[in-house]
């Protein structure tokens, strides 16, 4: 999971780790998904490339850490909620069943809805500091 962290968020996020944790718990929960962590973050095309084989090896790896070690008992971000998946900040996805929760460490958190339950089709503004 401090992978998944690690390449997947700013690296002094704090928020931003916790919320992909949170995604990555998320996932681990549901039926669509593998019912690991180490399933769910090494599942091909879901998170950055190389995530299970690159070096961790910039100031942000202890804080990806802690962070994964705080998400394995049982922290989560508090407005991620039902929400099992993100991407970039950035960029801009164009499809009708985008209801977004979240935007924190350069990442827009999303459900998947019915198109007629989504009520947030843009991200959110970005928030920090909400995590310990």
Same mark, same amino acid.
């Given at each position: 999971?401090?992978?998944?962290?690690?390449?997947?968020?700013?690296?002094?996020?704090? $928020?931003?780790?916790?919320?992909?944790?949170? %995604?990555?718990?998320?996932? %681990?929960?549901? $039926?669509?998904?593998?019912?690991?962590?180490?399933?769910?973050?090494?599942?091909?095309?879901?998170?950055?490339?190389?995530?299970?084989?690159?070096?961790?090896?910039?100031?942000?790896?202890?804080?990806?850490?802690? !962070?994964?070690?705080? %998400?394995?008992?049982?922290?989560?971000?508090?407005?991620?909620?039902? !929400?099992? *998946? *993100?991407?970039? !900040?950035?960029?801009?996805?164009?499809?009708?069943?985008?209801?977004?929760?979240?935007?924190?460490?350069?990442?827009? *958190?999303?459900?998947?809805?019915?198109?007629? $339950?989504?009520?947030?089709?843009?991200?959110?503004?970005?928030?920090?500091?909400?995590?310990?």
């Amino acid at each position: 999971m401090a992978r998944a962290m690690y390449f997947e968020s700013i690296r002094s996020s704090r $928020d931003g780790m916790i919320a992909v944790g949170s %995604v990555v718990m998320n996932r %681990v929960e549901s $039926d669509a998904f593998p019912n690991t962590i180490c399933g769910v973050v090494s599942q091909e095309n879901q998170f950055a490339p190389g995530v299970m084989t690159r070096d961790m090896n910039s100031s942000g790896t202890p804080l990806a850490q802690a !962070a994964a070690l705080a %998400v394995y008992n049982g922290e989560r971000h508090p407005d991620i909620a039902n !929400a099992q *998946f *993100f991407h970039a !900040a950035w960029y801009e996805a164009n499809f009708n069943n985008i209801h977004y929760v979240l935007t924190t460490g350069g990442n827009a *958190f999303y459900e998947k809805r019915r198109p007629e $339950d989504v009520t947030a089709r843009v991200p959110l503004p970005p928030t920090e500091g909400i995590t310990g």
